[in-house]
């Protein structure tokens, strides 16, 4: 069985799967940032795919594994004829090179790649412990997703708020919240219309990297890349957009 699911960390998407998988390209179907029903699928045509919720809190759904780049072109055509504008091939094989053999995110005999088709419109910005003030790098971020909906006027925005694990689950459900709320209102500021952005939060509930070692360990540099909130650019249907189809590539 293969398994496929998400990782993401310092504002990047990596796609993780077994090294002893032996097909090297993935068709990613679709992004959404809610779950959606098996019948959507199957209305348009598509009765079997992998579904992986990652730790962006996004949903992402996988038509299968192929061993040559021209059966999964061949498969990715088919899902944007059935009505998945932003279905994608996903190059195992070119990723891994582009990692390098030092790479980070090798370990427990699982593979990190880079997913580079959605860097630009799924983002993270950080907080300090404790806090939900927005830093002068996170304005940085958020003035750009601004433009990219003034750009884009059909476009939404999806908000997760996210904690490390540090104080009470209440606390930081109310934290995140606060973080995703700061973010929303300086788009507003920035003259985005509120209908627009959609916030939902988890607290310490989805942490992209660990609190803490096994041995009950801080992990204070793990820590600070959870808290986060992630902007999600989606269409109206919750599915998030690639680089290429905001761009107008």
């Not at 940032?33 to 098996?38: F, L, R, T, V």
């Not at 950080?126 to 939900?132: A, I, N, Q």
């Not at 930081?172 to 939902?200: E, H, P």
């Not at 989805?206 to 902007?231: I, S």
Request: charged share 25%; proline share 3%; glycine share 6%.
């Amino acid at each position: 069985m293969i398994r496929v699911a998400t990782l993401f960390a310092m504002g990047i998407c990596f796609l993780y799967v077994s090294e002893a998988a032996a097909q090297d390209f993935r068709v990613q179907i679709a992004a959404y940032a809610e779950a959606m029903p098996d019948t959507f699928f199957h209305e348009k045509g598509v009765r079997n795919f992998i579904t992986s919720h990652d730790q962006m809190g996004l949903y992402r759904y996988f038509a299968g594994s192929y061993a040559t780049r021209d059966e999964a072109d061949k498969v990715q055509k088919e899902m944007v004829e059935k009505g998945f504008p932003y279905a994608l091939v996903i190059d195992l094989e070119e990723q891994r090179v582009l990692c390098g053999a030092n790479c980070p995110y090798f370990r427990n005999g699982v593979i990190f790649v880079q997913d580079p088709k959605q860097e630009m419109t799924v983002r993270n910005i950080y907080f300090d412990f404790g806090r939900y003030s927005l830093s002068a790098e996170s304005k940085e971020v958020l003035n750009a997703v601004s433009q990219q909906l003034k750009d884009n006027p059909a476009l939404k925005l999806k908000l997760l708020g996210h904690t490390d694990a540090v104080g009470s689950p209440q606390a930081n459900i109310q934290l995140a919240t606060s973080r995703a709320r700061s973010a929303r209102n300086y788009l507003i500021n920035k003259g985005i219309r509120a209908d627009r952005m959609f916030i939902k939060v988890f607290g310490e509930a989805a942490p992209v990297a660990e609190n803490k070692t096994d041995d009950g360990e801080d992990l204070p540099e793990n820590r600070k890349w959870n808290r986060r909130v992630v902007l999600a650019l989606i269409d109206d249907q919750g599915e998030v957009k690639t680089d290429d189809a905001v761009s107008g590539k």
